[in-house]
């Protein structure tokens, strides 16, 4: 059975959902190897989902300076449940930004930080629009993060 990649998005307006098919079309190059990726909603996605991941790549904008109310959803579903299964959990960030992006970003660290997953790739945060290197960079970042889950680097 392949490893897998699961990538958990939510975009309002459709800005960070562009970055995150990006990086799901990097991530399924075959370049990357035999990896399953599976793309849900923060508000589909349930602690078996993050269990059975070998790595998670996170998508969200940033409202308010904050991380979407569907992403907060998201950890609020999924904390507890996998607090002590998920130590060191490989994963990655997006962040799609009309401000600067650091209040999603630091909020969404504190959690992760309590989870104990472990950052493998430094986060895109992309603020104003979405131009063609910035999904350059999302399609590179599914591709390394794929090959990584692939090779068993992480």
Same mark, same amino acid.
């Given at each position: ?15 960070? *959902?562009?970055?995150?098919? %990006?990086?799901?079309? /990097?991530?399924?190059?075959?370049? &990357?190897?035999?990896?399953? @990726?599976?793309? #849900? ?50 994963? *990655?960030?997006?962040?799609? %930004?009309?401000?600067? /992006?650091?209040?999603?970003?630091? &909020?969404?660290?504190?959690? @992760?930080?309590? #989870? ?12 104003g629009e979405v131009e063609a290197d910035h999904l350059a960079r999302c399609r590179e970042l599914g591709l390394t993060l794929a090959a990584g889950v692939d090779a068993g680097l992480f």
């Amino acid at each position: 059975m392949p490893r897998q990649l699961l990538v958990v998005h939510h975009s309002r307006t459709g800005s960070t *959902a562009r970055l995150a098919d %990006a990086a799901i079309e /990097g991530a399924r190059d075959p370049e &990357a190897g035999d990896v399953l @990726v599976r793309a #849900l909603s923060p508000l589909d996605a349930a602690p078996d989902d993050v269990l059975a991941a070998d790595a998670l790549l996170l998508a969200t904008p940033e409202n308010f300076g904050y991380m979407s109310g569907a992403m907060k959803h998201f950890f609020d579903t999924v904390y507890y449940p996998c607090l002590e299964h998920t130590q060191g959990k490989p994963w *990655a960030l997006i962040v799609k %930004a009309g401000n600067d /992006g650091r209040g999603a970003l630091g &909020a969404i660290e504190r959690i @992760v930080t309590g #989870l104990r997953w472990r950052l493998v790739a430094e986060p895109i945060v992309v603020v104003g629009e979405v131009e063609a290197d910035h999904l350059a960079r999302c399609r590179e970042l599914g591709l390394t993060l794929a090959a990584g889950v692939d090779a068993g680097l992480f």
